[in-house]
Nanobody, 116 residues
Framework: QVRLVESGGGLVQPGGSLRLSCVAS????????MGWYRQAPGKQREMVAR???????MYADSVKGRFTISSDNSKPSVHLQMNSLKPEDTAVYYC??????????WGQGTQVTCSS
């Protein structure tokens, strides 16, 4: 079992920035995909960004050009630099990790609020 712990959420004005971090309780066995999902109240959870062990990234269209995901395989950890934040970015952000041969893991979430 892996525990994922997020940090870095908070309250920010439109146009501001936040950096989210997620640290896993143990190293992953083999290749892993880590990423960030978010869920606003009453809305469906959506993928925000993800990164493979090899460094390949994918972003939701809504955040492309504003958010940047990075990872450190040795920690292991994953980070999300969020710039030019908008009120529509307000949500609970969850760290996610999945090994190719294992189950998905989720963090408890960190609140990001962009107030207008």
């Amino acid at each position: 079992q892996v525990r994922l712990v997020e940090s870095g959420g908070g309250l920010v004005q439109p146009g501001g920035s936040l950096r989210l971090s997620c640290v896993a309780s143990r190293r992953f066995l083999g290749s892993v995909i880590m990423g960030w999902y978010r869920q606003a109240p009453g809305k469906q959870r959506e993928m925000v960004a993800r990164i493979t062990y090899a460094g390949t990234t994918m972003y939701a269209d809504s955040v492309k050009g504003r958010f940047t995901i990075s990872s450190d395989n040795s920690k292991p950890s994953v980070h999300l630099q969020m710039n030019s934040l908008k009120p529509e970015d307000t949500a609970v952000y969850y760290c996610h990790a999945i090994e190719y041969d294992g189950p998905p893991y989720w963090g408890q979430g960190t609140q990001v609020t962009c107030s207008s």
